[in-house]
């Protein structure tokens, strides 16, 4: 990939404060420094040892989209996705209405009940991004079919509603597109009801601010701007509410990543995302105090130098083709997805670049596995994402109840692969001593070759999964010591050669 043109002096100043960044010791160590290095490629989420973290995972879960705000999932299942799956992550969903269920009065209660989930979740060395869930705006807005706000936040102005299949369609009833008008307050009636949320963040993050388990914040599943849509509602509305909520967070957290979605309407299908840029004032800090010029950098351009120590990411959905509400994968509908995928990808690193962000797929998946061609689909998103080197939280590990029509769970409550699993198991690298520039898998054999960085420390982290790697693997690198740990199916490499450049090739044996 081309990298975007600069000027000298911007670059060399650019490289110089980099540096100093990266030299600068860490504040806090559990929730990870900053990358600058964008290699050939898009930034990456980083580790205390400075390695990029791909992060791959479950969302877990839309059973937490009911009453009590909590997933279906047990310890034992967590321990089982991390076996079974190498799970490094979980994108955990919480509900506005639990934590905030009357006006300013919040459920301290339900925030220890996550925390006890979350604790499942360290002890299996899983990080975790809490998203604050929505569909269709609350389940008060259109009887039932949607999830997030709570009532009394939920403000139609008594207009009528009636469910839709599929779901999505629901979005388009006008009482859910007036809650919405309410909520961004497009009606000019209620500012109040964003006031609410970004303060409702305020105090989740303080609640987690110093939980090691806890790697980032997803500010709003799936934004949806009502009657205002595309460049109307995302660089206009979206992007200083998000402003608003990450300066909130910033006061009494200044280390976990925060985790920015685009509109959901278009977006996860392909299309581009207008976004705007947005200021982590833990980045400003940091280079104000070393530069010492907080007057002077105002509207100089200088401001993407702040980014080395930024720690936001833009955490698109990928759902081609509408896979999520029953398309399969084969003949015309799988021309049309392969189209999507071009455009995904194009759109969205483009817009990471932009942002200078690293980029995580929040969503992906949900294609019923008795969808034809959903094996294929399944692989197929896998290697767009190996091959840009971002990580992904799956839709969804809920377990069917009988006779649902949706087979998405990689695993059983028994914690077995399904069909889907056996797909989803294979091999990554969770963690890389350095920027990950090639990542691939075809039929048992993976390939990743990364560059060394200066700031980190620590081996490459390869998992693989024990239905394909049941031994010892087969493994061809130049210059390297390795560890190979068979009771969590961890490969770790050491670096022991000057050359820049590593390669690493694994066989089962
Ligand atoms: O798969 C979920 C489906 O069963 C629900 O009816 C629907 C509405 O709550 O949500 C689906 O999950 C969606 C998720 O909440 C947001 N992104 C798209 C997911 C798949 O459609």
Redesign the pocket.
Known sequence: MPRPAVSRSVAAARLAVTALLIAAPAAVPTAGTASADQGDGLRQITDAQGRALLLHGMNTA?SA?GPSGLPWIERRNVAAERQKLGSNVVRYIVQWKNVEPSPGRYDDRYLDEVAQRVAWYREQGINVVLDM?Q?IYGPSACKGAG?GAPAWATITDGLPCTPQSP?VLTYLQPAVLRAYDNFWNTTGRHPELMRHYVAMWKHVAARFANDPAVLGYDLM??PFGGTKQFGFFEAPVLTPFYQRIVTAIRQVDRNRWIFLEPQALGVNEGLGTSLGQIRDPRARAALTKLLGQRDRLAGTGLTRLTDPSSRLVLAA?F?PGGV??GGGYTGMLKTLVQAEFVLWRQNMTDAARRLNTPLWIG?IG?MAFNQPGAADYTRDWLSMADDLRVGWAY?SNDPQADGSS?TFAPLDRNGDLTEVGKVVARPFARAVAGTPTKTSYTSGTFTLTWRTRPGTSGPTEIWLPPTVYPGTPKVTASDHTRRWDPTNHVLSIWNTSATTTHTVTITPS
């Open positions: 839309g989209k869930h569909d999830n779901w599943n799936e959905h759902y999520d509400i969503e949900a839709w949706e």
